[in-house]
């Protein structure tokens, strides 16, 4: 019994390791959303700022901006509930695993116990082998249990290092005329969603003086 506890106790260490990695994952994404949650917000208010002073190339290149950020903020999202639920399964089913494996022990102690007040010296030695025999069973178990587990884990990393890969690739090179109509087109969705009316195709631009967080309309 000695044996096996020392022995679930080891793998209970490298399992713990695996939720703390887990674990790391998700408060990274936790902190990634809070961040570009937080920049979307600044860049509304600044193409708000810029579209009402007139630096309408200004305004659409934040709108762009917004537009990939968004997109981003989404994937970050999803990774971060995946993650989530990754790790509240992996916790239950340790918490399950020790509480199987303490059960297991009980009954070999109570047995034991009843081996030692009923049986004589030589008929309790043989009933120590046959326990014996089931802490070695019981071992086998708990390392399929961590086969099992660490199974999960690799298919979790997995989809977290496909889903990182995919982002990756979405980060293209855009030529200088497509990235400007991309760019203008970003600006009118966002003021048609804000109710404001875009400036006519005739209207000549002001000049491109930034308004920032940090200065006024009227400035």
Do not use: C, W
Not at 99 to 114: A, I, N, P, V
Not at 206 to 212: L, Q, S, T
Request: aromatic share 4%.
């Amino acid at each position: 019994m000695e044996a096996a506890r020392d022995e679930f106790r080891e793998k209970m260490i490298q399992y713990n390791s695996a939720l703390a990695r887990i674990a790391g994952i998700a408060e990274r994404l936790k902190s990634q959303v809070k961040n570009k949650t937080q920049r979307a917000q600044e860049l509304e208010r600044r193409i708000l700022a810029n579209h009402h002073a007139g630096n309408l190339e200004l305004a659409g290149s934040l709108a762009r901006e917004l537009q990939e950020l968004k997109a981003d903020l989404t994937v970050d999202t999803q990774e971060l509930s995946e993650t989530e639920e990754a790790y509240q399964g992996n916790l239950r089913q340790a918490k399950l695993a020790q509480k199987d494996f303490e059960d297991k022990l009980r009954r070999l102690e109570k047995q034991l116990s009843q081996v030692k007040i009923k049986e004589a010296q030589a008929e309790a030695a043989s009933a120590l082998s046959s326990a014996a025999f089931k802490v070695g069973d019981l071992g086998d178990t708990m390392k399929t249990v961590e086969q099992i587990l660490a199974k999960r884990y690799e298919v979790s990393a997995g989809k977290a290092r496909v889903a990182k890969d995919l982002v990756d690739m979405e980060k293209i090179q855009e030529r200088e005329g497509e990235r400007k109509a991309l760019e203008q087109t970003a600006l009118a969705e966002f003021l048609a969603a804000q109710g404001i009316q875009a400036a006519g195709a005739t209207e000549a631009p002001a000049a491109a003086k930034e308004i920032g967080p940090a200065q006024s309309e009227g400035t």
